[in-house]
């Protein structure tokens, strides 16, 4: 083995510290060298990207030097992701170890990994995905009849595209499918602000969520108990490390677990959810296998909502998957720790898979 470790950053973004680079990369990066390891940052821009030659010098320089990498860019800070994506499936089959491999994270953090996995006690099965306009138009107007509903964009981030949707008056379950003039108050979870419109004219606006590419809408039940908190476990690879209690901002039609809503964070240990947490481990097999059955994501989470079984008992529902670039810069205190445990996992990965 080479003993060196490749961090990928994109330039720029508002992830970055005064350094340039993402706050929580060097604790990292250090973290490998304290343990005899080498581990670099490489920086792509879309520049780089759309240069093939400069593309392939990175790719070559990777390749001949380390034994893996660790994807830190978020979505959305290169728009030539497919190009980034490319090199790194390269990466992996010239046999370096991907941490992750760019098609689980694509498989892990698309929305519609919740579909993949309705046939699952983690997901209810009545959760839809809409890849067509034909099919969303025809479809949601028959879930909406039902009950509430929450539509989530594929690739939105901070809540963004994610809407909770109502009848403003009437009742559930009195015809198969909705009227497109059938009053709606449409909540979304970026700042739960509400609006009312007719069900045709929103689908119409839900439009931009289905068209380009990786285009496409989530329909799920909505679960009126994430008034008592989202729950989301942070995953070195197959270990938790902690639980964040995301309770969002009292009174309205609040219904978001972000910071930029309002939302109240709490950070427990995993004992403190032991349940929970034992319950979801038993879980992973399954995830991995119908989620691509690649390596489980270097650092990754997983969000649960509340809800009640038929028996009157609480049970959790998987609301989504984040492993493309997460970040544990807070709280501060647990960053050094984490960085430590990150370190001694990447070295036990590429161990086990160069061995």
Not at 25 to 52: C, H, Q, Y
Not at 319 to 339: H, L, Q
């Amino acid at each position: 083995m080479k003993k060196n470790i490749i961090f990928f950053e994109a330039v720029g973004g508002s992830d970055k510290g005064p350094d340039g680079y993402r706050r929580d990369t060097m604790p990292m990066v250090n973290a490998l060298k304290d343990k005899g390891w080498n581990a670099e940052v490489v920086f792509f821009s879309d520049d780089i990207l759309r240069n093939e030659n400069e593309r392939n010098k990175i790719y070559q320089r990777v390749r001949d030097t380390a034994d893996g990498y660790v994807s830190r860019v978020n979505p959305g800070n290169l728009k030539e992701e497919k190009l980034y994506f490319e090199v790194l499936r390269k990466l992996c089959a010239d046999g370096l170890v991907g941490m992750p491999h760019p098609d689980a994270m694509i498989g892990y953090g698309a929305k519609d990994a919740l579909t993949k996995l309705a046939d699952t006690p983690l997901v209810p099965d009545d959760t839809y995905a809409y890849y067509d306009i034909e099919t969303f138009k025809k479809t949601f107007p028959k879930s909406l009849a039902k009950g509430e509903r929450v539509l989530k964009q594929n690739r939105g981030s901070t809540g963004e595209g994610i809407w909770r949707v109502r009848l403003a008056e009437g009742a559930y379950n009195t015809c198969d499918s909705l009227p497109l003039d059938t009053k709606i108050i449409c909540t979304e979870a970026k700042d739960n602000h509400s609006e009312e419109r007719k069900l045709g004219e929103f689908m119409d606006f839900c439009e931009q969520y289905i068209i380009g590419d990786n285009g496409m809408l989530v329909d799920m039940t909505f679960l009126p108990r994430i008034k008592e908190g989202e729950i989301r476990i942070l995953m070195l690879y197959k270990t938790p490390v902690y639980v964040v209690h995301k309770k969002p901002a009292e009174g309205g039609d609040a219904f978001s677990a972000t910071l930029f809503s309002g939302a109240k964070y709490r950070y427990d240990e995993p004992k403190d959810w032991q349940e929970l947490v034992d319950w979801f481990l038993g879980q992973l097999p399954s995830i991995k296998s119908k989620l691509g059955n690649y390596d489980l994501p270097l650092i990754w989470t997983a969000d649960f909502i509340l809800d009640t079984d038929e028996n009157g008992k609480d049970r959790y529902i998987l609301g989504e998957i984040n492993c493309s670039c997460v970040g544990f810069t807070s709280p501060v205190e647990y960053m050094a720790k984490i960085a430590v445990m990150v370190g001694d996992n990447i070295i036990d990965i590429v161990s086990e898979k160069k061995a």
